[in-house]
């Protein structure tokens, strides 16, 4: 049996939440101990993002810190619930984060009057967005590069350029105010 998962450490769980509700932090700090390690694999194992799993952690360990008198040793064991918790908590941000992708993709279009049917309109398009792209400064240029001709999200883009996360997303709504400014 898992040292987690046997008997000793369910009722250690229970008396160490109990001391968490007294505010005693070295308590907390014991089942962080005991813990973390399992929620963050489970985290990482559905994120794959090592910035978001430990926001996940924190937030887990935080609640536990406002809410230990909540908890019911009948209803089920601690990792159990922290493993569920974790679980659930990716899930949504996975769901938050495709969804905010999704509106990047929106916010981040560029709606071309002209209609494109024609070979000819196509090919002076193509010649007018090279010129505004080469005429862009080299972050912007790169991120919007990456980001719509390689599919690459705004997090891929910092961890491809090593730029900040902020910094890519400015560079790409430049980047896109000027082509919309340049070509409409």
């Keep these: 049996m898992n040292r987690a998962q046997g008997p000793e450490n369910r009722a250690s769980d229970w ?8 505010l ?4 907390l700090a014991a089942l962080y101990d005991r813990y973390s390690g399992l929620v963050y694999a489970e985290c990482i194992r ?23 008198a909540r908890f019911d040793p009948q209803r089920g064991s601690l990792p159990g619930w922290l493993l569920v918790a974790a679980r659930n908590r ?19 279009s560029v709606v071309l009057p002209c209609n494109l049917e024609s070979v000819a309109a196509q090919n002076e398009l193509l010649g007018r967005v090279k010129i505004v792209l080469s005429g862009l400064p080299n972050g912007q240029r790169e991120a919007i590069e990456l ?38």
Excluded: C
Excluded at 24 to 27: G, I
Excluded at 46 to 68: K, P, V
């Design 46 to 68: 559905i994120l794959r993002d090592a910035g978001a799993a430990e926001e996940i952690l924190q937030d887990l360990f935080f609640q536990i810190w406002r809410s230990a």
């Design 147 to 184: 980001a719509y001709f390689e599919g690459m999200s705004h997090s891929e883009i910092a961890g491809r350029t090593g730029a900040p996360l902020g910094t890519v997303k400015t560079w790409i709504r430049t980047a896109v105010d000027t082509l919309k400014r340049e070509l409409t």
């Design 15 to 22: 008396s160490l939440l109990e001391r968490v509700v007294r």
């Design 90 to 108: 990716s899930i949504s941000r996975l769901r938050r984060r495709d969804s905010r992708e999704n509106d990047e993709l929106t916010e981040n």
């Design 24 to 27: 005693d932090e070295s308590a």
